[in-house]
């Protein structure tokens, strides 16, 4: 497509229910990142994809969080048994990757409400 | 610890005039800049970027900066428009490794009619 789909564009959950959230990104960007973005605040790093492979897993708050990339386009972000800190929005980006600067295309973001 | 810091939260600029957005950093590895701009209920969207071997770039009505020793940079916009209100998040990458991108906590742009 155009540009980054994310669906849900917004999810409320119970404390202790799992979500899953997704992320189409731009047709042929090799990167795909997921970030975190609390109110007030900036995105917070969550994970890195290259292709199908997890190269960067190291902003994942907990092993509640768990991302997926199994054919290297779609992506899923799951959070189990949610607690009430997960509230945020979860922001997924792409870019082209390879050697060099590149810039991160977002997507609207997947708004999460943990009640 | 915050590798990439904006410390105004908010910033109010008559339109017409200049608004002069300041961004910090501490990683020495850090070699490539970005602004990005965010409306409400959308993702950031890239404005405007600098390698560490330039101190300047200029698109249209944006101004980039970089002082390397001082590990610091700005975002000017002349002249600044109703429409420029927004966060606006200074961001910063290592691109020895990959894409990673590490963002501030972003400023607040009101400009004034």
């Known amino acids: 497509g155009a540009g980054v789909s994310q669906s849900p564009r917004y999810k409320v959950a119970k404390r202790g229910q799992d979500v899953a959230l997704r992320c189409d990104p731009i047709?042929?960007?090799?990167?795909l990142f997921w970030y975190q973005q609390a109110l007030g605040q900036g995105p917070e790093f969550l994970t890195y994809f290259q292709n199908e492979a997890q190269l960067d897993k190291s902003g994942l708050p907990s092993d509640r969080f768990f991302a997926e990339r199994p054919e290297g386009s779609v992506s899923t972000l799951k959070i189990q048994r949610t607690q009430q800190e997960d509230s945020a929005v979860y922001l997924c980006?792409?870019?082209?990757?390879?050697?060099?600067?590149?810039?991160?295309?977002f997507g609207a973001g997947s708004r999460l409400t943990v009640l | 610890d915050q590798q990439v810091k904006q410390n105004s939260p908010s910033l109010s600029v008559q339109e017409g005039r200049i608004s002069i957005l300041n961004c910090d950093y501490t990683?020495?590895?850090?070699?490539?800049f970005l602004w990005y701009k965010k409306y409400p209920a959308e993702g950031p969207t890239f404005l405007i970027s600098?390698?560490?071997?330039?101190d300047k770039n200029e698109d249209g009505r944006f101004t980039v900066f970089l002082n390397k020793s001082a590990k610091h940079l700005s975002l000017h916009i002349v002249p600044s428009q109703p429409g420029d209100s927004a966060v606006y998040f200074c961001?910063?990458?290592?691109?020895?490794?990959?894409?990673?991108?590490?963002f501030g906590p972003g400023t607040s742009l009101s400009v004034i009619p």
């Open positions: 990683n020495s590895m850090f070699d490539y």
């Open positions: 047709s042929g960007h090799v990167s």
């Open positions: 980006a792409s870019s082209r990757g390879g050697a060099g600067a590149n810039v991160l295309t």
């Open positions: 600098i390698s560490s071997i330039k």
């Open positions: 961001a910063a990458s290592a691109t020895t490794s990959y894409d990673k991108v590490i």
